[in-house]
Each structure stands twice: as C-alpha cells, then as structure tokens.
C-alpha cells in the first residue's frame, strides 16, 4: 500500500539528531499485473528506495510520520532500537554473494521501516548479501495536526490509480500486517 513520508528523523547513539534522514514516495511492492493478495509483508524486506544517513552512529530511536495513502491517514511512530539491534550491526557476518558469486563477511548495515496502513511500521536489518531480519513492530499513532504539519487543508498525496483500482478490488488489508 502506497505510502508519503513527511519526514524520518534519527537519534544516534550519541543524541545526535538527523532531521529528514528520509522523505518522499517510499518504495512499494505490488503483486504482479494488480492481481493476487497485498496482505503482509514481502518474503525479503530491505531498504527499499533508502536513503543514507552520513555521519551517524548507531541509531538509538527514529521518528517517522507518514500518509497511509490507501486511507488516507497521517500516522507518526517513535521506533526505539533496542540495543540487541546495535549488537547485531556490530556483529560481522558470513554471508553468500550473488552479485559477485562469491562468500564475504559483512555487517548488517542497512535499516529498512515498512509502513502499512492502520499505522503499523516494522523495521529490519540487513547488508548487501545478507536477508534482512525484522527488528522491531510498532503501532504509530494517528496525528491529530494531520497531513503536512496541518498545512495542506486536510488534503492527503492523491493514491495511485493502480492503487485505487487493487483498494476498489479487494479493499485496505488492514491488520495482516
């Protein structure tokens, strides 16, 4: 389901604040030719579109607010990693590579957020060559102010029209997420 990022803010583990670490149209799989079930997430979630955060540490807790265009709602989540998180990223790890055919040993140093709509945002971890593992689940909360900071009228990011047409067709799979 398509989503709008007002804004990713990230903590590091030294307080320092990256504001807008990630905005814009996230990165949305959907079933081939419109067809089939969006329920859930993909078998092998990542870092989607990303973006990179220069010059910080770990991340100790991230702040996202979005538009659940499918509904249209703006949620807001605060993410706390937890530091089995961190350890995991610190942790080198063997890993197969297909793009250069060959074993290597690398840290999980990417951080992927799913957003869904009902407000729900799922975070994983994952390297170049290694499947991302799910972190963290959140529930977000609707934000009262609503799109833009309140700014817009009330007015949402229009929904795709191939959106439109799979929500027309088979409706918001809310809670398989």
Not at 39 to 47: I, K, L, P, Y
Request: net charge positive; glycine share 12%.
């Amino acid at each position: 389901m398509e989503v709008w990022i007002e804004t990713a803010d990230v903590v590091d583990i030294k307080e320092r604040v990256f504001q807008r670490a990630g905005s814009g149209i996230a990165s949305v799989p959907t079933p081939p030719d419109n067809q089939g079930k969006a329920r859930g997430w993909v078998s092998n979630n990542g870092a989607g579109k990303g973006k990179y955060v220069t010059g910080a540490d770990l991340p100790r807790l991230i702040y996202v607010r979005w538009q659940s265009l499918a509904e249209p709602q703006t949620y807001e989540a605060y993410i706390v990693i937890p530091e089995s998180a961190r350890e995991i990223m610190r942790k080198p790890e063997k890993a197969f590579c297909r793009f250069g055919a060959k074993w290597i040993t690398e840290t999980r140093d990417n951080m992927g957020i799913g957003l869904a709509p009902g407000g729900i945002a799922k975070v994983w971890l994952g390297g170049a060559c290694l499947k991302a593992i799910e972190i963290a689940r959140v529930q977000g909360t609707i934000n009262p102010i609503g799109p833009y900071e309140g700014k817009s009228g009330g007015k949402h990011r229009p929904l795709s029209e191939e959106s439109k047409a799979y929500i027309d067709k088979f409706g918001i799979p809310f809670g398989s997420w």
